[in-house]
């Protein structure tokens, strides 16, 4: 709770940091070989016989049934799309997903096919590279696909701070959103404009309004944009969602509002930017604390009272 700490600055609340943090894997190889014995026979398997590995047999297609035939062409198409996304080849990107998922069934694609496709998309929204969203636009699936971390495409292209993205993804198809504006993450259930607030990305915020986002949205740990854009101190983000209409006190966890939050920062522009725009000077919190009481525990010798006095009551 913000009247508990020593007033320094902190994150959402039961947020880890692995969720500002892409997952990524150790490289190849590290360590080395494993040593061998003085001078032990490698074993049969492991001399070098000077010749390439045998590549496996391809499918004999004149024994496969109709079913593994289709499911061999759908893993076909995922490898070929995988590899177009990786090279930008947007004509490409749009060509094999239609007909991956718009001319054939994407229930056949496996967990791998989905993994080989997650990871390309994923570092197309991280680098901003809006022609490949433009030619998926129309390829729902694998738009909404989640890394481990709960996030899709546009939470990605969210904390990048990439708005051209998102305004390619929620461009609607056929009369018909592709991705939903208020799509949860699955760790922390927050929106888009959460992670866009908390990083104070103003365009993609801007983007994400005007198409309809939910700026009042709870995350799992109960914190709004603003409370997020508030404990960062992102003033142009605050300004945003007041002008938003954003519900300056909705009360998240341990019943702090946006102005607690504020005080307990000792942030006196925002302080002063919620109070103008209507803040609850008066509610408490779970500690039965006012925001100028918060404000007052934190840091009573910083502002005379009279400047206090004026600070929280507009």
């Not at 709004?224 to 300056?248: F, Q, W, Y």
């Amino acid at each position: 709770m913000v009247t508990s700490g020593d007033g320094s600055r902190k994150d959402d609340p039961g947020t880890s940091g692995s969720d500002q943090k892409d997952h990524t894997e150790a490289p190849d190889g590290v360590g080395g070989p494993k040593p061998t014995d003085g001078d032990a026979e490698p074993p049969e398997d492991d001399k070098d016989t000077g010749t390439e590995t045998p590549t496996p047999p391809k499918p004999d297609v004149a024994t496969m049934t109709p079913e593994e035939l289709k499911q061999l062409e759908v893993k076909d198409l995922v490898q070929r799309l995988a590899a177009a996304i990786r090279n930008r080849d947007e004509e490409l990107v749009r060509s094999y997903g239609e007909e991956l998922f718009l001319t054939r069934d994407d229930r056949l694609l496996d967990p791998d096919d989905w993994i080989a496709l997650q990871d390309p998309i994923l570092a197309a929204a991280r680098e901003g590279h809006i022609g490949t969203f433009r030619a998926l636009a129309g390829c729902r699936p694998p738009l909404l696909r989640q890394d481990v971390q709960g996030r899709t495409a546009i939470h990605i292209a969210a904390m990048n701070d990439s708005a051209a993205i998102i305004e390619a993804l929620l461009k609607p198809v056929n009369g018909k959103s592709v991705v939903n504006v208020d799509e949860l993450s699955g760790n922390t259930r927050r929106t888009p404009l959460h992670f866009a607030a908390e990083n104070g990305s103003v365009g993609v915020m801007e983007v994400l309004i005007r198409e309809g986002a939910n700026v009042n949205a709870l995350s799992g740990a109960d914190a709004t944009p603003l409370m997020l854009a508030v404990s960062k101190g992102h003033r142009p983000a605050i300004e945003i969602l007041i002008r938003a209409n954003a519900d300056l006190n909705v009360v998240g966890k341990d019943r702090d509002t946006a102005l607690h939050i504020a005080a307990a920062e000792g942030d006196e522009r925002a302080v002063e930017l919620l109070v103008r725009a209507g803040a609850d000077t008066t509610v408490r919190n779970r500690d039965r604390r006012t925001p100028r009481e918060v404000w007052e525990d934190h840091f009573h010798t910083h502002v005379p009272r009279d400047e206090l006095d004026k600070l929280f009551n507009g």
